[in-house]
């Protein structure tokens, strides 16, 4: 029996999760813990994810899988999800995370010196951590296995199940889900996409993307400290 647990919090991008979790929850013998602050219902995008355990209540995990979304930058900064992410890493085999969730583990002190992969726009802001950004799409360093922007949190399950049951599990999962993607753009990565898209999407993301800056990079001067 392995025991996952995935902590949310307020501004999670829900695909984070619900891609890793619906192939991790096809694990035989997996206990898949959808936790949160005083197991508060979390709100994302429109959906609200209820009846979740309460994050401080949970003694101990296998593995710890981190979502991310803009709302991590409040959660760094909250002391009491900080704690909960040491304390329960502190007896985990395996740490884990998708998009900016690498910004999470990064803050909890949990990356230094290991390199690690996160939404590309936000990428840098792991070095403030003594982290290394990686622009692999899933990024593996010891215990430590990250997956880059919120879909590659799939590609990132897939490479866990594999390490965790077998490359044949991970196909099996692969193909009961039918995961056979056919992009019809290739406008995923920054390098790849038109230049009027990338920088359409860069300007919708400056505003968050300033504010993030200012407050990791006081919490990393402040862990540095």
Known sequence: MITVVIPLYEGVTHLDFTGPHQFLSILPDADIIV?????????SHGLT?????????????????????????????????????RRLADGAQHLSSVCTGSLIL????????????????????????????????????GNVITGGGVTAGIDFALALIAQLRGADAAQFIQLLLEYAPEPPFDAGLPE??????????????????????????HVARQLRA
């Open 192 to 217: 790849t996409a038109p230049p009027l898209v990338r920088e359409a999407v860069l300007a919708r993301m400056a505003p968050t993307l300033a504010d993030a800056r200012q407050r990791i990079g």
């Open 106 to 141: 990064a803050a909890a002190g949990l990356l230094a010196g290991r390199r690690a992969a996160c939404h590309w726009a936000w990428r840098d802001l792991l070095s403030g951590f003594g982290a290394i950004p990686d622009d692999a799409r899933v990024v593996r360093d």
């Open 49 to 85: 994810f209820s009846a979740l355990a309460d994050l401080e209540t949970i003694e101990r995990c296998d593995l710890l899988c981190i979502p991310g979304g803009t709302g991590c930058v409040a959660a760094i900064e909250n002391t009491r999800f900080l704690t909960a992410i």
């Open 35 to 43: 936790a949160s602050l005083d197991g508060a219902p979390i709100t």
